[in-house]
């Protein structure tokens, strides 16, 4: 998928640097400027995804699902350092503004390349949302940011030529770089998020609650069976969660592992990806910690 993502991208920066350079329109040279920054964020996002699918190794025994968040906070780099850019060309233009050539030529090209982003965009949330990608997300979303950026443009350029107004071609490319700068900042709050072993979404949490609810026991208002200190964690695509399991101490150690074998079973098949990790305790035995964190 991100492959495709590469390949528009060189598409749409050539139509949209055509576009610029035919018609002189610093909104349209923003708009190349953020299509050169999706193909490097594709680049870089199509190598940390393959980092990310190796298997675990010695060095790494969880895994490599974590990279997928350098390319999430690398692409927002990107946008920001791509924002700041447009705002130091356009700035210039407000005050010094240059007349458009060749307007209807320039917005054919830019709405072309901004159907391509559109329909790449709405196929790779798709894929991001099956394979739980963040670095798919992200292009996703900057995708959707280019298609906004494009129709800001188209729209400041229409009106520059109905209105004459040409300092407004330089407010647009202004506006459009806020834009993007805001998007900027949202992706590496998530990467920093994810880095910092943030929980599982709430819908994921209440899927495991259910699950685990299917297990617990209860007797003459005494727990038989039952979970506490149940912590989450997500890394790129794979989820992890730790708990206790309490039990009648009576119980034989090979009966407590076949239950604890089919608790975790039940989890994994409930939560795809999803990797368990639950100690067993006797019913009468507390772990404490400095903050407790019961979902049951």
Known sequence: ???????????????????????????LLSDAMESLVNLASAIFGLVMVTVAAQPADEEHPYGHHKAEYFSSGFEGILIIVAA??????????????????????GLALSVGSSALNGLLAWVMFGAAKT??????????????????????VV?????????????????????????????????????SQGLMDEAVEPDVIAQIQETLAGFA?????????????????????????????????????????ALRASVEQALMSAVPGLRASIQLLPSDVEAHFDSERDLL
Not at 166 to 174: C, R, Y
């Open 131 to 152: 394979h739980r990608s963040i670095a798919l997300e992200a292009d996703a979303k900057h995708l959707v940011t280019d298609v906004w950026t494009s129709v800001g």
């Open 84 to 105: 700041m850019g447009i705002i130091w060309a356009a700035s210039h233009r407000i005050f010094d503004p240059q007349p458009i050539e060749q307007v209807g030529w």
């Open 217 to 257: 026991h209860h007797r003459d208002d005494v727990s038989i069976i039952r979970f506490d200190h149940v912590t989450t964690r997500k890394a790129g695509q794979r989820r992890f969660v730790d708990m206790h399991m309490h039990m009648p101490a009576s119980w034989t150690l090979g009966r407590a592992a």
């Open 1 to 27: 998928m991100l492959w495709a993502s590469v390949v528009v991208a060189i598409i749409t920066i050539t139509l949209k640097t055509w576009a610029w350079w035919i018609t002189d329109s610093v909104g």
């Open 155 to 191: 729209i400041g350029i229409g009106l520059v030529s109905v209105t004459g107004w040409l300092w407004l071609d330089a407010v647009v490319a202004i506006g459009v770089a806020l834009n993007i700068l805001k998007e900027g900042f949202h992706l590496i709050w998530r990467s």
